[in-house]
DNA sequence: CTGAAAGCGCTAACAA
DNA sequence: TTGTTAGCGCTTTCAG
């Protein structure tokens, strides 16, 4: 096996200089640098990692964890959810760019939520990120967060202790709601219903609270009876509009795209029309809802900005050892397409 | 900082003998276990994961690689799409399930692949799953898959060197293709078009041919004038199925649902009906597809079955340095459902 | 059943 | 500009 040793001594030279090769130490002979890089290049030597972390070289590789504990009883996850994937995917991608490593890990039971402790204990990460937490996050341990750079997106932390390595990274879900909410407000209807997301996550709560402000800013009393809890994935939307259908209605803000698009389908089968009958509205603007008959008005909510801001963030931890902000809000815009019209 | 040494300090015994603890070496006495291990418990002591590596522990990180380099000329990543997002979520869910840590990486260049390499010789984990490689895999380096337990999804392997360390995880594109193909046959129709998946992967590759063969089987001509190549995204069948219209068909089989689902738009834009004046029929049964109008007909190909083989054969791997087959073949269903229809 | 000692491959003072 | 030396925290022979 190629060590450092052995390329020190194939060039004649100690492994402190090789070390300083490698580390880009500028205190070697230009000559001597030179040498040791072209014979690492011709025996294909990279040094063990676990030796380098060993003697102090900080890791490089972060964790991405996907909470996904308990949905609902059935067997549905949301991190098997196009929003989540693409988010991972994302975030992974944008790392990956940035010299990042990244350790992904789905966690679905308190048991497996503690292994994530470990990581951090045993360095095996130097900092994470988490994602689909709950709001009242019961489950993630402070014990971590506390401790280790964190960013935690969708989330709204609640104490205040040690929040220099804390950061958290929201979508601005209130005005996207809002503005969509507004926007049907506009188009004429007034008997608007809102299929929600998860209440237990902070887009879920705050995309209603937008909901709801929009309505009383425009003098429209605001209906329970007319909102149904959903939980973002597709069965949701689905059954909830069917209920909904009931209820004498002329559009339908749903909480993600994933469920509008279910929702249009439930209208549909309803023998109405989208959107002659029912406006439908969504929020994300996943890739297929361009691709539906018909088109899907929604809210962009752009991941690859908070996968941006989440990189972009790590690496200034890296350098400072404290976060720049304490949170990040993610503008959204609403996107006119065909699942809306103006009524009369 | 906590380590073993401490806890041996703690408990009055050496570090030898927590190790023994640590990893589960029977020779401990009962008691003596016992009492360190609450230490431990009790202090939130987890070794230094690096230091073990080094000492000799085989690490617990696979590595799973997206090939994401050079789709088309334009930005679209295969890796953002609903299919492999599933696929990578699906593998970690299950590698975290039997013990293993995933490390995520997402190949756009070259660079990055040289990176991948790196990642096995650093030592920083110790086998990896690879998708979405082109099927000459020009890009990959033999160095890594040669030496280094390797499973590839999605592909046909040209070379026989080296096979014990090797492992191939494939759907059975063929003869799902086929039997949509012949489905659509059976109902009637004889000018099916096909939506071609990338034809630089074996999956394109595969469910073109059974598409193909079915045809014959059936005594149907294949009319080239009626295939296009698509790229498994979006806007491929999009734009594909306006083309396809103009040649007289009946029918579309599409090489994957989000082409299909893509293809039912651009055949309501024409003013025809799915399925009474085309039936369309895609291929991988993603949860949206039940959820649109009319809900698509598919093939069922299941990634939780891959994402099982492979970290399955990992584990075997593991343990007996070999794989146990070269090969794994994950049967499809056709899915019956209403966007494909009975024609005179 | 337990401990002493050596060593995994690297980095980083400190000296030269 | 370079080398010597001493660890990083753990596992693992080998003795006892």
Redo the contacts with the bound molecule.
């Keep these: 096996?190629?060590?450092?040793?052995?390329?020190?001594r194939l060039c004649?030279?100690?492994?402190?200089?090789?070390?300083?090769v490698?580390?880009n130490?500028?205190?070697?002979?230009?000559?001597?640098?030179q040498k040791i890089l072209a014979m690492i290049k011709e025996n294909n030597?990279?040094?063990?990692e676990h030796?380098?972390r060993?003697?102090?070289?900080d890791s490089n590789i972060i964790g991405l964890f996907v909470l996904d504990i308990n949905i609902s009883e059935s067997k549905e996850r949301v991190s098997k959810s196009t929003y989540f994937s693409q988010l991972v995917n994302l975030i992974i991608d944008q790392a990956n760019n940035l010299g990042f490593q990244v350790l992904v890990s789905i966690i679905t039971s308190e048991k497996q939520l503690d292994e994530i402790k470990n990581l951090f204990i045993s360095r095996t990460v130097i900092s994470g990120i988490f994602i689909g937490a709950f709001n009242e996050l019961p489950q993630l341990n402070d014990f971590v967060i506390s401790q280790y750079p964190t960013i935690i997106i969708d989330y709204q932390p609640k104490a205040t202790s040690n929040e220099s390595n804390r950061l958290v990274i929201n979508m601005d879900n209130f005005s996207g709601a809002y503005k969509a909410t507004q926007f049907l407000i506009k188009s004429g209807h007034t008997r608007i219903g809102h299929i929600s997301g998860d209440l237990r996550k902070l887009s879920g709560i705050e995309r209603y609270e937008g909901y709801k402000k929009a309505l009383l800013d425009a003098n429209l009393c605001f209906d329970k009876s007319i909102v149904r809890e959903g939980n973002f994935l597709e069965d949701s939307g689905y059954l909830l509009t069917h209920e909904l259908l009931k209820e004498n209605i002329t559009a339908i803000f749903c909480a993600n795209d994933v469920m509008a698009i279910s929702a249009i389908k439930a209208v549909k089968e309803k023998g109405l029309n989208v959107p002659d009958d029912i406006s439908v509205i969504g929020f994300d603007n996943i890739a297929i809802g361009n691709y539906i008959m018909p088109a899907l008005t929604t809210v962009d909510a752009p991941l690859e900005l908070i996968a941006e801001a989440c990189v972009d963030s790590l690496k200034y931890f890296c350098k400072n050892k404290h976060f720049k902000q304490k949170e990040i809000r993610i503008k959204t815009n609403l996107i006119l397409r065909q699942s809306t019209k103006v009524i009369s």
Excluded: F
Aim: proline share 5%.
């Design positions: 096996m190629m060590t450092s040793e052995e390329i020190a004649g030279v100690s492994r402190t200089t090789v070390s300083r490698i580390n130490n500028p205190n070697v002979k230009e000559e001597t640098r030597y990279v040094p063990i030796a380098r060993l003697a102090g070289v």
